[in-house]
T-cell receptor, first 115, second 109 residues
């Protein structure tokens, strides 16, 4: 299994500002995933963060709005830029287990509220 | 891409009742997981079950990969079982895990 630490756990931000969320894993992983969960909704994949290359974004998500860094195999950040109230969500990072066909592990998430 | 459908969307149970949650998926999968999201938002791994049957206490799950569905059984439900149950799949040929819309369960005391 993997232990994932996410910071901050929650934040309240003003519209127009940006927030950077950090994700630290206790083991080296090739891929890290960032998800968004809007209020009352399911989880939607934002992007896949690979070390040494640009993140791969899903349809509806763009790098200018959600820039991602992946400086090494145990750490990633997601920035929510120029925030609006519609960005109020839980943001979660996740990693696959070691080996093939392994289950996905999740951090505890970042609860973001934008006023 | 792969589609994941969960049913029912909402479920209210009396404590002690049994229930079955269903997950249908539209394509072959490498992985399938069931998660419970508690009222505080924490996602808890329940089962990793791309095929076959597994049991863990009052919970069990069965995936019939050839027919593209999975079932989660909850027996003798308790109020602490309340929350949202998600089915999540990784399709063959991809590394992305896609979530269903979830089943929102409320267990009454």
């Amino acid at each position: 299994s993997a232990v994932i630490s996410q910071k901050p756990s929650r934040d309240i931000c003003q519209r127009g500002t940006s927030l950077t969320i950090q994700c630290q894993v206790d083991s080296q992983v090739t891929m890290m995933f960032w998800y968004r969960q809007q209020p009352g909704q399911s989880l939607t994949l934002i992007a896949t963060a690979n070390q040494g290359s640009e993140a791969t974004y899903e349809s509806g998500f763009v790098i200018d709005k959600f820039p991602i860094s992946r400086p090494n195999l145990t750490f990633s950040t997601l920035t929510v830029s120029n925030m609006s109230p519609e960005d109020s969500s839980i943001y979660l990072c996740s990693v696959p287990g070691i080996g093939t066909n392994e289950k996905l592990f999740f951090g505890s998430g970042t609860q973001l509220s934008v006023l | 891409g792969i589609q994941v459908e969960q049913s029912p969307p909402d479920l209210i149970l009396q404590e002690g009742a049994n229930s079955t949650l269903r997950c249908n998926f539209s394509d072959s999968v490498n992985n399938l997981q069931w998660f419970h999201q508690n009222p505080w938002g924490q996602l808890i791994n329940l089962f990793y079950i791309p095929s076959g049957t597994k049991q863990n206490g009052r919970l069990s799950a069965t995936t019939v990969a050839t027919e593209r569905y999975s079932l989660l059984y909850i027996s003798s439900s308790q109020t602490t079982d309340s929350g949202v149950y998600f089915c999540a799949v990784e399709s063959t040929g991809g590394f992305k895990t896609i979530f269903g819309a979830g089943t929102r369960l409320f267990v009454k005391a």
